[in-house]
Antibody, heavy 118, light 107 residues
Framework: EVQLVQSGAEVKKPGESLRISCEGS????????IGWVRQMPGKGLEWMGS????????TYSPSFQGQVIISADKSISTAYLQWNSLRASDTAMYYC???????????WGQGTLVTVSS | DIQMTQSPSSLSASVGDRVTLSCRAS??????LNWYQQKPGKAPKLLIY???TSPSGVPSRFSGSGSGTDFTLTISSLQPEDLARYYC?????????FGPGTKVEIK
C-alpha cells in the first residue's frame, strides 16, 4: 500500500525554527515528486512547492519562496518542510502528497498541524 | 499564476439528488484539471484527474468533464457520505493552484 506518514503536531513560539517530515512507503520514493500544501484554519488549499527526491530538484510557489525550505533524504524515503523563523501566520495544517507526472496528487499524508503562538 | 474559481461556494441538496459543481480557470489549461474531496477533519482525497478520469476505488457516481477553461464535477446521486468540500486544482503550470472549494451539505 502506498502511504505517506507525516510527523506529529507541533506547538512553537514565534521566531523558533521547525522541520516537519513526510515518510513515503510502498513505492519508489525517489521517482515521484512530493508536494507540500498549506491549509490555514477554516481556509482552502494552497500549493507551497514540490521536490523530486531523486535529485532534490525543487520548485516553489512565489508566495512561499524564501519563506520555507523543502528538502528530501531519499535514503530514508523522507521529505521535509522547514522554517527558520516561524510567525503566528504560519499556524496551519500542512499536507504532503505524492505527485504524478501530470501534476495531480495521490495519496496525501494525514497532515501535520503547526501552531505558532507566544 | 492561473486563477481558479469555483461555483457555487456552497450548496445543500437531498440524498439522491444530482449535483453539479463548476470550476473555471483564468486561462486555458487543456485537461490538466483535478478534483479532490476533503471531508471534515480529514486530508484531501483525489477524485478525478485529467478532467475526467477516476482513480480506482472512487464511486462511479462521481464524474468529471470539461476542457480548456470550464470544468464540471457531477455527483449523480448524492449520498450522506458525500458531505465534504470539493476542490479543483490545475496542473498545467507552476504554481499549481487550487480553487476556493465548494462545500456540499446534505439537506
Amino acid at each position: 500500500e502506498v502511504q505517506l506518514v507525516q510527523s506529529g503536531a507541533e506547538v512553537k513560539k514565534p521566531g523558533e525554527s521547525l522541520r516537519i517530515s513526510c515518510e513515503g512507503s510502498g513505492y519508489s520514493f525517489s521517482t515521484y515528486w512530493i508536494g507540500w500544501v498549506r491549509q490555514m484554519p477554516g481556509k482552502g488549499l494552497e500549493w507551497m512547492g514540490s521536490i523530486y527526491p531523486g535529485d532534490s530538484d525543487t520548485t516553489y510557489s512565489p508566495s512561499f519562496q524564501g519563506q520555507v525550505i523543502i528538502s528530501a533524504d531519499k535514503s530514508i524515503s523522507t521529505a521535509y518542510l522547514q522554517w527558520n523563523s516561524l510567525r503566528a501566520s504560519d499556524t496551519a495544517m500542512y499536507y504532503c502528497a505524492r505527485q504524478y507526472g501530470s501534476g495531480f496528487y495521490d495519496p496525501w499524508g494525514q497532515g501535520t498541524l503547526v501552531t505558532v503562538s507566544s | 499564476d492561473i486563477q481558479m474559481t469555483q461555483s457555487p461556494s456552497s450548496l445543500s441538496a437531498s440524498v439522491g439528488d444530482r449535483v453539479t459543481l463548476s470550476c473555471r480557470a483564468s486561462q486555458s489549461i487543456g485537461s490538466y484539471l483535478n478534483w479532490y474531496q476533503q471531508k471534515p477533519g480529514k486530508a484531501p482525497k483525489l477524485l478525478i484527474y485529467g478532467a475526467s478520469t477516476s482513480p480506482s476505488g472512487v464511486p462511479s457516481r462521481f464524474s468529471g468533464s470539461g476542457s480548456g477553461t470550464d470544468f464540471t464535477l457531477t455527483i449523480s446521486s448524492l449520498q450522506p457520505e458525500d458531505l465534504a468540500r470539493y476542490y479543483c486544482q490545475q496542473s498545467y503550470s507552476i504554481p499549481r493552484t487550487f480553487g476556493p472549494g465548494t462545500k456540499v451539505e446534505i439537506k
